[in-house]
């Protein structure tokens, strides 16, 4: 810091931190300074905030109302400078401090509100939303502990706490005006005029926690509403007087548990309950705030369908339709037959997933113990339901498969049959999704009512996805087709020319090999470990699952392993093959391949024979703000789910957008991503969906592993203890349920997998060549911005535009 005068920003700062820090410029820490820049910028964007809501409030205009468990944001302070436009003024200003913006910004913590693609396109959406001036509030868990902060200890991954708001969070306003009963159990009882009244047996406090979220140019500020959970009554004095000391906090310990942990384990039965507790309660307090702001500005509660859209993100919220329908019924004294019509006119569905676990269902006694009242809702929505199909002419079998109760077995409540009654609309996430919705798990409530489901592809936005997490790559392109693509995604399409460019084409590169040098670096740093930046880096970063098959990528790399030690006088591709994920605390399997990976890493690594031709890394701890730093630096983007099982993808269109070239099967977004590309700009491989299907009721994964030789050595090698002398049967079981099984097609589409891999080394030697096609990626992404997604729900779904 110099003894310059300051600039009116930077005296700004400086009164910010005195005053608001209580730290002067000599005593701040790298801490300080980022609070101090942070409750900067939100300063400048309270002003648009109020604005937007004022004008909202003026034009009386229909809200959009996002329903979602997870919102992965990430950082904050890059994205709003970038949205603003102030990431230069901001950057010089501390400068002139003595502060390095870069520096700061990679101390702020994640905001640990996700875990996959659910959150992060719910992030995506809220930004977009706000960028195309379009008047919206998020509703979520303000979660203390997240999901959990991944540790690699031994190669076994070990669950931590997240600890993002232990030194507050100060791009939050608590609104205690906005604070809702929400209750639990206790009895229903009904008076001689028919009114029924839920006498909850205990309640907590739902406060909202609003967080600002800036569109592109600061065209609108939109809210993401989160709620905390607090006991009436937080401490029993009496108890704690009588020395019962943990007892008496007994009521604001449960309250909190509620917003502690994302997706606690729900593997016992208590974990089960404190889903659906989590899921009730964001779920009323959300739709209360809803109900209540609307009777505040437009009064009659009959007019909410024309003010409010309401969109459920997957099926966790689906409860929100019997919540609803008890505020119109029970509260504002609607008819059934009214309420209902309300109801479907105002919400919208959307479906992620075909995998039964994920499409959610409660045991019918823990539903009705917990939600009484929404229990005798359930069934009369159901009745009514049953009756509609049973008009239509459905049989025995489709009512059952159309029920709101799955009577087979243990009686459960369908929280997806109930999210697709109560809604006008069930939209998938891309077309091969939506297809399988209409035949598979929604067939008979499709045919019930064929005009209800609807596509809507994902996107991404290319805000935080290519111009802040890509700046080199940004401003080359800028460069070349100029400025335009900024507000609309689409004009990328205008590189396309430039692929023939051996100058740009080179420049391209550079780009992409300095991204792969901050990578290597980082790993370096963090991890101990080189890589080489001129090898060829195959990523596969996401949620670990099988059904996503990390392993059939460990597997090939085992393989390739032993290849390059049985033919070093073959000329080997360098490869880099980096992963990362979390697994579910409960989900062993998952958890087994994240091992699996690790000891793999450890022997090649450790192999003189190898040589620099093969790398293997687990990077822990995988969230937005890693993503942001591997995504760039991708050369292959590994998209290998069993096809007809990823509903669409949006870590495809991220890595494409930044050059990547996609090998994948048939699944989700893959298809539309070769659509845009072309077919000679991506390496496709494996059974579709169709086949998968046909393939299962004959399939013998024992005899297809026999008949691959590759296949079956390095299965061998891992169920042998190769990789685990410690323990050589910790992968047996691992391994023997692909000889017995194999319900993720790992055996059967290997081979491919292998043969579409040695396409990619072949592909990677003709350097113009890979970097044309990766241009052709960046050029054909335009398309998968979740602007052009926003507005065709926008258009068809939430009718705002």
Not at 745 to 757: E, I, L, T
Request: charged share 25%.
């Amino acid at each position: 810091m110099t003894d310059a005068p300051l600039s009116p920003l930077a005296e700004s700062i400086v009164d910010i931190l005195v005053h608001r820090i209580g730290k002067d410029t000599r005593a701040a820490r790298p801490h300080d300074w980022l609070a101090a820049t942070i409750y900067t910028v939100r300063d400048e964007i309270i002003e648009t905030w109020m604005d937007s809501t004022r004008a909202a409030h003026a034009a009386g205009a229909k809200r959009v109302y996002y329903l979602s468990l997870e919102f992965l944001i990430g950082r904050l302070l890059r994205d709003a400078l970038s949205n603003l436009g102030r990431t230069e003024s901001i950057r010089a200003a501390l400068a002139e401090l003595g502060v390095d913006l870069a520096e700061i910004a990679e101390i702020e913590p994640d905001a640990a509100l996700g875990n996959g693609g659910l959150g992060r396109l719910a992030a995506c959406f809220m930004e977009s939303l706000a960028t195309l001036d379009l008047p919206a509030y998020g509703y979520g868990i303000r979660y203390v502990n997240g999901m959990f902060r991944q540790r690699i200890k031994d190669g076994w991954q070990i669950e931590l706490p997240e600890t993002w708001l232990q030194h507050g969070n100060p791009w939050e306003f608590e609104r205690r005006e906005s604070a809702y009963f929400v209750g639990f159990g206790g009895e229903v009882t009904g008076d001689e005029q028919g009114r029924v009244h839920w006498s909850p047996a205990e309640a907590v406090e739902a406060i909202a926690v609003d967080t600002p979220v800036v569109g592109y140019r600061a065209k609108r500020v939109n809210t993401l509403r989160l709620w905390t959970a607090r006991a009436f009554d937080p401490i029993r004095l009496d108890a704690f007087n009588a020395g019962d000391h943990a007892g008496a906090l007994a009521g604001q310990v449960r309250a909190e548990a509620l917003v502690r942990v994302l997706y606690p384990a729900d593997s016992t039965a208590a974990g089960q309950e404190l889903r659906l507790r989590q899921e009730y309660f964001f779920s009323s307090a959300s739709i209360q705030d809803i109900v209540r702001r609307h009777v505040q500005y437009h009064g009659d509660i009959r007019t909410l369908a024309d003010k409010a859209a309401i969109q459920l993100n997957d099926t966790h919220p689906a409860v929100s339709v019997a919540e609803l329908m008890r505020l119109l019924v029970d509260h504002h004294d609607l008819a059934f037959d009214e309420a209902w019509s309300i109801t479907q006119r105002t919400f919208g569905y959307t479906n992620h997933t075909l995998l039964p676990e994920a499409l959610e269902s409660w045991p019918l006694p823990l539903f009705e113990r917990l939600l009484p009242r929404h229990m005798q809702l359930v069934y009369a929505i159901n009745a009514r339901l049953l009756r509609e199909a049973r008009a239509k002419g459905s049989d025995d079998r489709a009512i059952a498969a159309i029920s709101l109760i799955d009577e087979g077995g243990e009686r459960r409540v369908r929280m997806a049959n109930l999210a697709f009654a109560g809604a006008h609309s069930v939209n998938g996430v891309a077309a091969l999704h939506t297809d399988l919705m209409k035949k598979t798990v929604f067939a008979d409530l499709h045919r019930l009512h064929p005009e209800r489901i609807n596509n809507k592809t994902n996107g991404i936005t290319p805000r935080r996805w290519l111009m802040e997490s890509n700046p080199g790559l940004t401003a080359l392109i800028a460069e070349a087709i100029g400025d335009g693509f900024r507000d609309d995604a689409e004009r990328l399409a205008d590189l396309e020319q430039y692929t023939n460019d051996a100058s740009f084409r080179e420049r391209f590169s550079q780009v992409k090999r300095s991204n792969k040098v901050g990578l290597s670096d980082y790993i370096r740093e963090s991890m101990g470990l080189r890589l080489d930046p001129d090898a060829l880096f195959d990523v596969q970063i996401k949620r670990i699952h099988e059904y996503k098959r990390q392993l059939l990528n460990i597997v090939e790399t085992v393989a390739l392993y032993d290849q390059i030690r049985s033919h070093p006088e073959r000329d080997w591709t360098p490869r880099v093959k980096v992963f990362a994920g979390k697994a579910a605390s409960s989900y062993h399997n998952a958890k087994l391949i994240i091992k699996l990976a690790n000891d793999v890493a450890r022997r090649v690594n450790g192999d003189p024979a190898v040589g620099g031709l093969l790398r293997v890394v687990f990077v822990p701890n995988y969230n937005v703000s890693l993503a942001e730093r591997i995504i760039p630096a991708a050369d292959l983007s590994e998209q290998i789910s069993t096809a007809g099982m990823e509903a669409s993808g949006t870590g495809n269109m991220k890595f494409a957008l930044n050059g990547a070239l996609t090998i994948g099967t048939l699944d989700g977004a893959n298809i539309e991503i070769k659509d845009r590309v072309g077919d000679d700009n991506i390496v496709i491989f494996g059974m579709t969906a169709d086949e998968v299907a046909h393939r299962r009721e004959s399939y013998v994964p024992r005899e297809v592993i026999e008949g691959s030789p590759e296949l079956q050595q390095a299965l061998n090698a891992i169920a042998s203890g190769v990789f685990s002398p410690d323990d050589p049967d910790r992968y047996k079981a691992l391994i023997g349920g692909l000889y017995d099984s194999d319900w993720f097609m790992v055996a059967a589409d290997f081979d491919a997998y292998a043969g579409a891999q040695r396409q990619v080394d072949r592909r990677w030697a003709d350097r113009d060549g890979w970097q044309a096609s990766a241009i052709r990626n960046v050029a054909g992404m335009g398309w998968f911005s979740s602007d052009r997604t926003i507005r065709e729900y926008a258009r068809d779904i939430w009718t705002v535009m």
